[in-house]
């Protein structure tokens, strides 16, 4: 099972960018698959979070309203849409996914992309 991400990048804060996590080797349609990032001396948090069977999103407050998570069945692909980026949002972005659903127990992990505003 792998994890890639891609998609992060430098960006003004105002700005826009849409990270990409695509999955291969896992059929992830029964998972929960989040988004977490970690900043330097900072604890790693959960940003967006996907029932995948349902639909059903759920975001941190210091992002709401301005990222969304989404997939691609076809491409088997995880989505982050982020908009109105700010400086506190500059980290190491995952994408993990947990087969069991209960977006608790995270099995998978990719290997990070790095996001910075200024």
């Given amino acids: 099972v792998q994890l890639v991400e891609s998609g992060g990048g430098s960006v003004q804060a105002g700005g826009s960018l ?3 996590c695509t999955v291969s ?3 992830y349609k029964t998972d929960c698959m989040s988004w977490f990032r970690q900043a ?3 604890e790693r948090e959960g940003v967006a979070h996907l029932h995948t ?3 059903s999103t759920y975001y941190a407050d210091s992002v709401k309203g301005r990222f ?3 997939r691609d069945y076809a491409k088997n692909t995880l ?3 982020m908009n109105s980026l700010k400086p506190e949002d500059t980290a190491m972005y995952y994408c993990a996914a947990d087969p069991g659903g ?3 127990y995270y099995g998978y992990w990719g290997q990070g992309t790095q996001v910075t505003v200024s």
Wanted: proline share 5%; aromatic share 4%.
């Fill in 18 to 20: 849409r990270l990409s």
């Fill in 25 to 27: 080797g896992h059929n």
């Fill in 40 to 42: 330097p001396g900072k």
């Fill in 53 to 55: 069977n349902t639909g």
């Fill in 68 to 70: 969304a998570i989404s």
């Fill in 79 to 81: 989505y982050l849409q």
């Fill in 102 to 104: 209960s977006c608790q």
